[in-house]
């Protein structure tokens, strides 16, 4: 379980836990982790509902002017996950249509991110393991 905690303008705290990812915000850089490396990152629900809790705390955020979306583990994201895909048995449907709707959600809600720095929209940028610089921005180490 991952504890996020940020203070508003009102100095009130916010939290959100976590389960399947790690979220932090770092130098204007928000660093969201999926973080369920012993099954492949492969999403389910809760991650997809995290995934946007996340995506509306950076658009909530002036400071925030890119985005990383990274994996813990050997891996980005093995996909949906397919045992508990399997379990849902006779609701399958609305379980895949639970998470594809959410998931679009968060990764949509990116797009209309507006950074601090300019009118405009956040850039979101995807890496197994970041250690990269975008313009300037060097996001924190995602090894763990």
Partial sequence: MFLYLTTDSSQEVKAMLYNSINFEI??????I?????NEGNALIPEMARELLDA??????DPEVRAVILAGNGK??????DHKAFAAQGD????????????????????????????QGHCPIYTAHRPRININ????PDSSA
């Fill in 75 to 80: 891996m980005f994201c093995a996909g949906g």
């Fill in 91 to 118: 609701n399958v449907s609305s379980y895949t249509r639970e998470i594809t709707l959410v998931f679009h959600a968060a990764i949509s809600r990116f797009n209309w991110v507006e950074t601090g720095l300019k």
């Fill in 33 to 37: 982790r999926r973080n369920r490396p």
């Fill in 55 to 60: 995506a509306n705390r950076c658009d909530d």
């Fill in 136 to 139: 300037g921005l060097t996001p």
């Fill in 26 to 31: 770092e130098d204007g850089v928000g660093l």
